[in-house]
């Protein structure tokens, strides 16, 4: 599990940094008139985090703009914490499992901090973004998963048994388009 320590999952300048290295490699791109790499950063205190000024035509923008971070009140980091987390899930996870993983208990209070609620948006907001293209033709038609199994006693099983791991990935391909049908999510967190 050495991947979940990365920075860009616990730390939001890192998110942001890795956020914009993985869409802009070529340097910012101003989505409003296309130019590449003509923006200043914006760093006034009350300024948003990641805010750039187009040179050309004088329009801010951000990276979130047009991704499914994009107006959030959640900070990137969780966001790309929660989407390792629903992508290495090779059975699933749930809302409330993805509220724990995400947020600590506060040692004062003794209670979970963040909400189920704001987990269960985020978990159908990524399950959304997956149904989306280019990442829905890549689950489209026959999806077939690489999965190996280690351990001792998977030999000792015939039949049906012996499947077992790859079935569990299939279903987690499945999972994913079904839960793809549904709609965006418009509410705001
Ligand atoms: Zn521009």
Not at 35 to 64: M, W
Not at 70 to 82: N, Q
Not at 104 to 121: L, N
């Amino acid at each position: 599990m050495a991947t979940i320590q990365a920075k860009h999952y616990h730390d939001e300048d890192a998110a942001w940094a890795h956020l914009e290295a993985l869409r802009w490699p070529d340097g910012p791109v101003c989505p409003h008139c296309g130019i590449i790499g003509e923006a200043f950063k914006l760093n006034g205190k009350t300024t948003r985090k990641g805010l750039r000024k187009c040179v050309a035509c004088r329009e801010p923008f951000t990276a979130t703009i047009g991704t499914i971070f994009e107006d959030s009140h959640i900070p990137l980091h969780k966001w790309l914490l929660a989407i390792h987390l629903m992508c290495s899930s090779k059975k699933g996870i749930s809302a409330h499992q993805l509220w724990r993983n995400l947020w600590d208990v506060d040692p004062i209070s003794g209670k979970q901090r963040g909400s189920y609620r704001t987990a269960w948006f985020m978990a159908h907001r990524i399950r959304w973004a997956l149904g989306q293209e280019p990442m829905a033709s890549k689950l489209a038609g026959i999806v077939e998963v690489d999965d190996t199994y280690v351990g001792g006693k998977q030999r000792l099983r015939a039949g049906p048994g012996r499947t077992g791991p790859q079935h569990s990935a299939w279903q987690a391909a499945r999972t994913i388009r079904e839960s793809s049908r549904c709609s965006r999510p418009s509410a705001r967190r």
